[in-house]
Every structure is written in C-alpha cells, then in structure tokens.
C-alpha cells in the first residue's frame, strides 16, 4: 500500500483510559475505514501528543487535529476552530495532553515546519474520569466530528484541485468503544 502525500495530516489525539479523552483517537480509528479520507491524508494516532509527534507532522502543508475539547458547552457538542494566521488563538483543552497541542505547533514554528492552515476539530467531553468507553453524548457525536473532517477536506482538496468527499460512509467507522446504545440509535438513523 502507498502512504497518502504528506501534505494533510489529520491527528487524533486523546488518552483512550480516560473515556471521552480519547475521542480524537477513536475519531482516527474510524476514519481509517473511509478510504475516501486515507487516500488524501496521513491518519495519526497522535495519542496523549509526545515529541515524538514532531516527526509525523513535519513538513505537512495542512493539519487537523481532531480532540476533546472543553469549551464550556453541552456534552457531545462539537467545535471548529482554525489556526491558520499569523495570531492563532490558544487552545484550552483542559485534559491530559493540555500543553501538548500547544507544544506541537510552537515546536513546528519554531522549527520553520508550520503548516500553512491548522484546524481542529472538537467535541465537548462529558466524563474524563477512568473508563475505556466514550460516554454517549460523544459516541453519538462521532458522527458529527467525521462529517466535519470530510468537509474539512473537501475544503481543502477543491482548492487543490483534487476530488470532492461528500457525507460519510455508512456505519463502518463504529468503534468497539461505541456504547451498545449508541450503536442501536445511529443504525436506525
């Protein structure tokens, strides 16, 4: 198989022991089963976001971060925030990763590697305690948060010159961290 350019890059970022922490990182697990996104962009599994994440993004033109973020709104609501510019805004995660999104792209700045446009894609956390499952206001976001990256990138990949992505693909992202509950009411949407 051939990696995607590496000119966009989408991020998942979370810890996946501490329920909707995780989100970005079942988000990424998801979107791996839409070949319309992995054919255009690198997929990452950027975890609690160590150094080591420097290296993955480096010289990427585009970058979405995908995370829960709390923005002081209902659970499972989601966010779009954009960093391209000379003054992004800061982002107050309020998680377990709090200074790595930050860190990542003062690193790459400073670096001389910043992408020309970073997004990010967020959804409100309901629990950030212990546990593996998302709770289910975000397990029922996720579709939400994929219909944003897709548009995110159809955003981007027009400009480009590249194919449109319209929707998303059925049921095939579910991820075992869905709640039984979850799953059941989005197969009869």
Known sequence: MIDPPRNIAIVGVGNLLLSDDGAGVHAIRGLRRDSRVGSVARLIDGGVVGTNLLAEVCGCERLLIVDAVDAGLPPGATVRMDFSGPDPPRIDTRNTH????????????????????????????????????????????????FAEVVRQLDRWTSAGGAANFKGTQGAEWWDAALPRAARETLEKE
């Open 98 to 145: 709090q200074l790595g999104i930050p860190g990542l792209l003062d690193d790459l700045r400073l670096l001389g590697q910043a992408p020309r446009q970073v997004v990010l894609v967020g959804v409100q956390p309901a629990a950030m305690g212990w546990g593996t499952e998302l709770s289910p206001e975000v397990a029922g976001a996720l579709p939400v948060v």
